[in-house]
């Protein structure tokens, strides 16, 4: 028997799978990897020696007003250590710079006060002046003109006006944009809703380069790179973290070529080879990024990436906030066939693509191919809306998952953090 202990909120809970069944696990080398330096060290490191600009104490110098990009409650970002070197770093260059912190929340709910706090410690959050971006207040938003893909491009005032442009965040795999962070501080970070919306649609979704780890060929990326170097996002502070939300890299410089070698040091650690199987266990890595099931479809995609057509995903995560999106909880809720549903997100034209409209394309595609039996704390009515098989403990679900396969022979892969890897096909 082999013991498996998975993220699920801010706790743990056991997968035991028998030897003859496990066919393998699908684990970053993140999770092993460990750093010769502190997180402060590495931070600090990284601003001395930025890659494509100048030191940002020396770029500071006469900027009058600047806006470091942060982001939002959902993301684990170790701003507790970031920000404290990052402010340093300005203020050692301008110590009368006005500075503000811009929290980049796209089209997620305001960040509350308390949450804050969690991120940025009690200090900062009482002397420095913080700004929650909304993605709907048309006062506080720029037009700067369209996109490549030709949508049109606003982000908040703030941004727009900022003498120097900072963005604040950290690089991770992301199921459709290939990676997170760098320019997508701006591009969806503080964009307006139409922006990303349009930069979100059915056509760029389903291109098979809007996928894990892939940046060549992207219209996701693309259109994102080009939003980050219109908003003049002059610099970067991106961190790799492991699975404990602790720095292991930095990065800091140009919006693109900095990111760029976050993602190399990235597809060194996360590449890892599909093992086709009949049960895929897969997780969100625990909190923040398992708070609700909208999110939890990132976990989803690597396992999609590895199991069998008609087998089933077991995907673990707490989801104490529920759905995470009304629109793509009813889109679900409202319509039980998948086929149909998919075809009108495709036939619809991207600037008519609605809320959640990206995250439920991707659901129903990995719904399509397998069943997925949920392990959480969110109601069961609203996971069997969400045409998924409620349970409450991995005993429940690996019975359920064995009835469904039917196979004496059933094969299980596990994937401890499914956010954290890039399962190649």
């Known amino acids: 028997m082999r013991t498996f202990h998975l993220p699920y ?41 930025p890659i494509g600009t100048p030191r940002l104490k020396d770029m500071v110098a006469g900027k009058n007003q600047i806006v470091i990009i942060s982001s939002d409650h959902t993301r684990p970002v170790p701003s507790k250590v970031i920000m404290p ?13 006005h500075i503000t912190i811009l929290i980049s929340t796209g089209l997620h709910r305001e960040t509350t006060k308390d949450e804050l706090v969690d991120k940025f410690g009690e200090d900062i959050v009482r002397e420095e002046e913080i700004i929650i971006h909304d993605c709907d207040d048309k006062e506080n938003l720029v037009f700067f003109g369209k996109l490549p893909s030709g949508g049109n491009f606003s982000i908040n005032r703030i941004a727009a006006e900022a003498d120097l442009l900072i963005g604040e965040g950290f690089i991770e795999p992301h199921f459709f944009a290939g ?27 389903a291109s098979k380069y809007a996928r894990t780890g892939v940046i060549e ?28 939300h602790k720095v292991i890299n930095c990065v800091s410089g140009d919006c693109d070529l900095a990111h760029r070698k976050g993602r190399e040091f990235l597809n060194s650690m996360c590449r890892v080879d599909a093992i086709p199987s009949d049960i895929v266990i897969s997780t ?31 995907m673990v995560a707490k989801s104490v906030d529920g759905h995470g999106g009304e629109v793509f909880y009813e889109t679900f809720r409202d319509e039980k066939d ?19 409209q990206w995250q ?15 392990v959480s704390d969110a109601p069961d009515e ?10 409450h403990s991995m005993e429940e679900a690996m019975k359920k998952a064995k009835e469904i396969v039917k196979k004496e022979d059933y094969k299980v892969a596990v994937i401890p953090d499914g956010v954290s890897v890039i399962v190649i096909e």
């Open 284 to 314: 969100n890595g625990g909190y923040p990024l398992d708070q609700n099931i909208y999110q939890a479809v990132k976990g989803m995609t690597a396992a999609e990436a590895t199991v069998k057509e008609g087998g089933v995903i077991i």
């Open 382 to 391: 609203m996971v069997r809306d969400l045409h998924m098989i409620p349970v």
């Open 9 to 49: 909120g801010k706790e743990t809970i056991e997968a035991n799978i028998e030897e003859e069944h496990l066919a393998g696990v699908l684990v970053s080398s993140l999770h092993q990897y460990k750093a010769e330096k502190s997180q402060e060290e590495l931070v600090q490191e990284s601003l001395e020696n």
């Open 360 to 374: 439920s394309q991707i659901f129903a595609r990995v719904l399509l191919k397998s069943h997925v039996i949920y």
């Open 179 to 205: 990676f997170s962070g760098g320019r997508k501080s701006v591009l969806p970070g503080v964009a307006s809703r139409e922006t990303v919306m349009y930069n979100h649609n059915s056509a760029f979704i």
């Open 85 to 97: 070197l990052l402010l340093k770093e300005i203020r050692e260059g301008n110590k009368d710079a």
């Open 338 to 356: 998948l086929n149909k549903m998919m075809k009108v997100f495709l036939d619809r034209k991207a600037e008519e693509t609605i809320p959640d």
């Open 217 to 244: 060929g992207n219209p996701i990326h693309n259109d994102m790179l080009y939003g980050a170097r219109a908003a003049r996002l002059d610099f970067i502070v991106n961190v790799v973290i492991d699975a404990e």
